[in-house]
């Protein structure tokens, strides 16, 4: 069995456009990340899926707004619009992406008192999400992953991946960022000194 895997990171309505936290042209790595799918033998996705009153919602505190950052338990945490709600059609996946090979599918962000950007670790960087076990159960060695965002769940994802021990790569042509005030050249410029491979 081939021992590479393909990650696919939150591609899902709310972070296409028209949805709760849309990232501009998100939905144009569709046609991209399907061919990713269809040319890897391992596929995993992953699926942002938060309670309703989720703690990283700006709707949650009082007098804030979303994008500004607050100090939780864990360290910085950016304010978000409410999105990807449990069971809402802002959580499904993109309705045209090819999600019949995924051998598995990560939920994260689903405890409410902590966010949950990388696919491996929440935002603890300590609670994990049982991906790097099942990996390496699984013989898995080497990680590809594409998705939203770039900079947010696509970067915290492949770092923690060379932190677990995989040789990573990211596929950029098939990522979108939100880039918040410069996040994605500083998430660019962290992945790079991590040793994770920009293709």
Request: net charge negative.
């Amino acid at each position: 069995m081939p021992d590479k895997a393909l990650i696919v990171i939150d591609v899902q309505n709310d972070f296409c456009p028209g949805g709760a936290l849309a990232v501009e042209n998100g939905d144009e790595i569709v046609p991209l990340v399907n061919h990713l799918i269809a040319s890897h033998h391992n596929v995993v996705l992953t699926q942002d899926w938060h309670p309703a009153d989720h703690s990283s919602f700006a709707s949650r505190h009082e007098g804030r707004q979303p994008f500004e950052t607050i100090e939780a338990s864990y360290g910085p945490q950016t304010l978000w619009p409410d999105h990807c709600v449990q069971g809402s059609k802002g959580a499904d996946f993109h309705p045209d992406l090819d999600r019949t090979k995924a051998q598995l599918v990560i939920r994260k962000g689903f405890r409410a008192e902590i966010d949950s950007y990388s696919a491996f670790f929440e935002n603890d960087h300590e609670t994990t999400t049982g991906l790097a076990g099942y990996l390496k159960e699984r013989g898995i060695r080497e990680v590809v992953l594409c998705g939203l965002a770039t900079d947010f769940c696509v970067g915290f994802s492949a770092l923690d991946a060379v932190r677990c021990g995989f040789k990573t790569s990211v596929v950029m042509q098939a990522c979108r960022a939100i880039d918040l005030d410069g996040s994605l050249a500083a998430m660019t410029e962290r992945m790079r000194a991590a040793g994770v491979h920009l293709l």
